[in-house]
Structure formats: C-alpha cells, structure tokens
C-alpha cells in the first residue's frame, strides 16, 4: 500500500507561479512511476504530467500540451516526493490537482497518460488562479 499526500496549492494570479509536492511512502519510491492529474469543476479528470522509471537511475518525462513549457514534474527520491512545478498559470489551470503512483512496470508515456495505469491516489490539492 501507497500513500500520497499532496500539498502546495492555493490562490494565486494570473502569470503566477506555485510548486506542488507528492510525498510518497514506500521504501522503493525510486522505482515508482509518478503522475500529476487535474480536474476542473465540471470537467473530467485529465491528464497533466508523468515521470516514468525507466531503470537505474534514468526517467522519462512528459506533459500535457496545454501546460507544455509552463508545468515542469521532477522528483527528489532521498525525500520521497514528487514536484509538480508551475508558471505562468492561467485561470484556466484552476482545478483539483492530483498525484498517482504505479508500482507496475510499464514505461510507455501513452500509459503515463491514463488513469487506469495508476494503483494509488493522493487526496488532491486545491489550485486556484485569479484573473
């Protein structure tokens, strides 16, 4: 069993920036492949960003188009947490952001993409972005 704990959201303006944090429990976290999920009022969850082990100490990442050179997904294995870092936010970015792990071993982005591939779920953080 995961647990994900989220944190860093909040209320800030347009061209604003804010860092969200996924901390992660397990003493194999390295090899987790980690997403960032969002979802807007009335809207399905969608995709965001994803760090994907891809052995050793190697990862692939990618995003979604529409936050593609603004969002950036990193992590700090020592600390067990995953970042998703975001400027220039647009009220449009105002959702529910989520992080997601999966334990199991795929490596592709179009898995990173969807929901379905990810066993463990935080509780989501609130992010709201002010015109």
């Known amino acids: 069993q995961v647990q994900l704990q989220e944190s860093g959201g909040g209320l800030v303006q347009t061209g604003g920036s804010l860092r969200l944090s996924c901390a992660a429990s397990?003493?194999?976290?390295?090899?987790?492949?980690m997403g960032w999920f969002r979802q807007a009022p009335g809207k399905e969850r969608e995709f965001v960003a994803v760090?994907?082990?891809?052995?050793?100490?190697?990862?692939?990442?990618d995003s979604a188009d529409s936050v593609k050179g603004r969002f950036t997904v990193s992590r700090d294995n020592f600390k067990n947490t995953v970042y998703l870092q975001m400027n220039s936010l647009k009220p449009e970015d105002t959702a529910v952001y989520y992080c997601?792990?999966?334990?199991?071993?795929?490596?592709?982005?179009?898995?990173?993409?969807?929901?379905?591939?990810?066993?463990?779920w935080g509780q989501g953080t609130q992010v709201t972005v002010s015109s």
């Open positions: 397990g003493s194999t976290f390295s090899t987790y492949n």
């Open positions: 997601a792990a999966a334990l199991s071993r795929w490596r592709s982005i179009i898995s990173g993409k969807s929901e379905a591939n990810y066993a463990y």
């Open positions: 760090i994907i082990w891809t052995g050793g100490s190697t990862y692939q990442l």
